[in-house]
């Protein structure tokens, strides 16, 4: 609300829609807006990189994740939906990206589906994953772009990103004690805060039972177009 992403009579509809989709696909809210906040900034419907627009980046092409939604050829029109119009969007690609039949759902699964669906195949924490391209300095082994992305290295850098993007807010929110993941140290789990300030998620730490921070959980079923 502060940034002018979502107006104040929105926030309890995107607050409830975010933990709806939660639920279905039964990832955590507060892993949503650890990815959000590396794809747009914390839910900036209009978001893009010229090619990629909206909240979780819909990118062109075919196979893409604007294809994915009925969006081929018309990607930048996202860009001009609310973010609750753009949760239905993301509702229809986790589905159409086989999300629901994963299981619960790690941080690390929820970022690769929004980025590239295919590369959950690799279950290893240390291997690297088939990612075209680089993307941001931060989710690469040692920082380095030249370097693999990883799982561990997806990890980290999602929660240094949140970290250094957050500061003080996660400060607050340790303060009020966060919900933790198995393996992930209390200051890590403090930074996995939301842009929409005052928004404490509904506790879904029972989907981690078994799980560690990278999500190994068995290889998901095939079928998931490249988002981009």
């Not at 929105?10 to 279905?24: F, M």
């Not at 819909?58 to 949760?87: D, N, P, T």
């Not at 993301?90 to 590369?119: C, K, N, Q």
Request: charged content about 20%.
């Amino acid at each position: 609300m502060d940034r002018g992403y979502i107006e104040a009579k929105e926030r309890p509809a995107v607050r409830d829609r975010i933990v709806e989709l939660g639920r279905k696909y039964r990832f955590s809210p507060d892993d949503f807006a650890t990815v959000s906040l590396m794809e747009s900034d914390g839910l900036n419907p209009r978001a893009t990189n010229g090619r990629c627009h909206g909240i979780i980046q819909f990118c062109e092409g075919g196979g893409s994740g604007a294809a994915s939604v009925g969006m081929q050829g018309r990607a930048q029109e996202i860009g001009k939906q609310s973010v609750l119009e753009q949760l239905n969007l993301v509702d229809r690609y986790f589905e159409d990206t086989g999300l629901r039949e994963m299981g619960p759902v790690s941080l690390v699964d929820l970022y690769l589906t929004i980025l590239t669906p295919a590369a959950r195949s690799e279950r290893r924490p240390n291997a690297a994953l088939d990612i075209a391209g680089s993307q941001a300095r931060v989710l690469h082994d040692q920082g380095d772009r030249t370097s693999p992305m990883t799982r561990n290295s997806i990890f980290a850098g999602l929660q240094s990103h949140a970290s250094q993007r957050l500061g003080a807010v996660g400060g607050q929110f340790a303060a009020v004690g966060a919900p933790a993941s198995p393996g992930l140290a209390p200051s890590a789990a403090a930074a996995r805060v939301t842009a929409m300030r005052g928004w404490h998620p509904n506790n879904f730490n029972q989907r981690l039972a078994g799980l560690d921070s990278t999500g190994v959980l068995p290889p998901p079923l095939p079928r998931a177009p490249r988002q981009g």
